[in-house]
């Protein structure tokens, strides 16, 4: 509750710096529609030459890039600019004024900087997802409903651990934009069902940069594939990097020293 | 004569120590650039797979052959001049550039090459573990690949002067991000990246055929396969000769009233 409290208060700052710069919004509106329709381009042109890829049918490989852009707005409008800022905050011993506030340290970092407009690529996101489910014409049932929010919610939870994780290292090494590059270029295989690619991809998709659980197994959940073991192992996952990536932050914050004297 | 040469050789020297110095981020574009061929490689595969035969003559290894030399003639052709221009315009370093007797655009031009020439390192066994992950089946033909390296020249200076054009809009314009992701989204379907031009609709590969995009990567690619008619590579080379010329003359002409409009704050 606090945290939805704090970045509640975090995103309405965020709003009134952006709502400063209104031309921005067209800019950003320009760039997902560009965005948007270019991957749906794609789409497009690959099913203009078949049915179905390993099995995914037109609108259901349309309901992907629909999760691909939520989740993907979704890290743009809060993950990735609140830890862009802590980064710089470390490497500028700014990180003090944070640690002086009397609330948990890696909650503040996390939702310290909040990029409105952002909001369009998860709309956008949320928009094709929702025509390609009703294209599918398939019910989607209250089970298959609450399997793919969870499914969704877990995705997020451990694309928020892998990104909380790799920040941290801020602690050790001064520059990581190149690692985060890293992670944008791969999250761009997200765009496709993780089953077309070979096995060894798959792997690195799933255990490396965790695109398989941000977007491929809620996009399953959605069109019926998911079985409950994989949303199991989905949960578990999700509490072990959750997990985890807390100690990797009490560890790292403990290798801080501040920039005062 | 003496006099270009020598100054290509300086300016070559010193762009080669720069990118050694700054090899972390260029190794981290390197991977971007594997990992996007190697994602459409994998999508065309998976639909060869699924129809069960080819797709417009391409099956999943003839596909593999394609974006494998996509990859490499992209390294050897592509430009980072839109992504960067914006900045020497907003922070004014440009004035440094401008008070050299010589235009900025041959220490561009120099920058380009070295970063090619130092990520060979990396471009090579990138390419050989795609290769091996993949297994292309090349069918080359004789002819084809002989007019190839005049194809990837034509493309190369296309390409960049090209670009170079279009980023000085952020002479009129201080945030360029408009114009860079309208060309890309444009060049993406257009340039054969997303897919070989063949397997776009019919009226969309006819107009495609005839524009730069193409020209700068699509056809030095087929020709390297060997997938283009006599009749056919020699009117694409036409079309590449006519865009070089083309955007020769676009760049000097932006270039010329761009100047007028740039006024910055000295550093």
């Known amino acids: 509750m606090n945290a939805l409290r704090l970045l509640w208060v975090f995103a309405r700052v965020g709003a009134m710096g952006e709502l400063a710069y209104r031309a921005n919004f067209w800019l950003q509106l320009l760039e997902s529609f560009l965005a948007m329709g270019s991957t749906l381009g794609v789409v497009a042109v690959v099913v203009s030459q078949t049915d179905s890829l ?110 909380i994780a790799l920040a941290t290292m801020a602690f050790w090494f001064i520059r990581l934009e190149n690692v985060l590059m890293i992670f944008w270029m ?76 | 004569m003496k006099q270009a040469l020598d100054l290509y050789g300086t300016l070559l020297r010193v762009a080669i120590a720069g990118n050694i110095q700054y090899r ?15 994602i459409y ?6 639909v060869a797979d699924s129809r069960g035969e080819s797709v417009a003559g391409y099956d999943a290894r003839d596909f593999a052959a394609y974006y494998l030399t996509f990859f490499v003639l992209h390294h050897l052709t592509f430009t980072w001049i839109m992504e960067v ?59 084809s690949l002989a007019l190839l390296p005049i194809a990837v020249v034509l493309a ?32 993406l379907f257009l340039s054969g990246r997303a897919a070989p031009i063949a397997l776009l609709p ?3 590969s006819g107009v495609a055929e005839h524009l730069p995009f193409y020209a700068m990567i699509g056809f030095p690619v087929e020709l390297a396969l060997g997938k283009l008619s006599p009749e056919r590579a020699l009117s694409g080379l036409g079309v590449q000769l006519v865009w070089t010329l083309f955007a020769l003359g676009f760049v000097a002409m932006v270039w010329r009233r761009a100047v007028r409009r740039f006024s910055a704050v000295g550093g």
């Open chain 2, 156 to 187: 190369f200076f296309t390409r960049f002067f090209l670009e170079w054009g279009l980023a000085m809009s952020a002479f009129w314009t201080t945030r360029t991000t408009a114009v860079n992701r309208t060309y890309y989204s444009i060049y």
């Open chain 2, 202 to 204: 019919a009226w969309l």
């Open chain 1, 54 to 163: 390993h099995g995914w049918q037109p609108a259901e490989l349309v309901a992907v890039v629909g999760v691909y852009f939520a989740i993907l707005g979704t890290i743009n409008l809060v993950i990735a600019p609140s830890l862009s800022q802590f980064m710089q905050d470390v490497r500028e011993g700014t990180l003090d004024f944070t640690l002086t506030k009397p609330e948990d340290a890696q909650l503040l970092v996390s939702v310290s900087n909040v990029h409105v407009f952002k909001l369009i690529d998860v709309v956008f996101g949320l928009a094709v997802l929702a025509l390609a489910t009703a294209r599918l014409g398939t019910e989607v049932g209250p089970v298959q409903a609450l399997a793919f929010a969870s499914a969704l919610l877990l995705g997020a939870a451990i694309v928020y651990s892998f990104w």
């Open chain 2, 85 to 143: 221009f914006q900045y020497r315009v907003q922070q004014g370093s440009l004035s440094f550039e401008l008070l050299r007797p010589i235009h900025p655009i041959y220490a561009d031009i120099a920058d380009n090459v070295a970063y090619k020439l130092v990520m060979l390192v990396v471009m090579i066994p990138a390419a050989v573990v795609i290769a091996l992950a993949f297994e292309p089946r090349f069918q080359p033909v004789g002819w």
């Open chain 1, 186 to 261: 791969v999250y761009g295989a997200g765009r496709w069902p993780l089953g077309i690619y070979p096995d060894w991809m798959r792997w690195g998709l799933t255990l490396l940069v965790p695109v398989a659980f941000a977007v491929t197994v809620p996009a399953e959940a959605l069109t019926g594939r998911l079985d409950a073991a994989t949303l199991g192992g989905a949960a578990l996952v999700a509490s072990f990097a959750l997990a985890g990536s807390r100690l990797f932050w009490r560890r790292g914050l403990r290798q801080y020293s501040g920039a005062s004297a």
């Open chain 2, 41 to 46: 490689l994998v999508v065309w595969s998976a």
């Open chain 2, 24 to 38: 972390a981020a260029g190794m981290v574009w390197m991977l971007g650039m594997v990992i996007e061929p190697v």
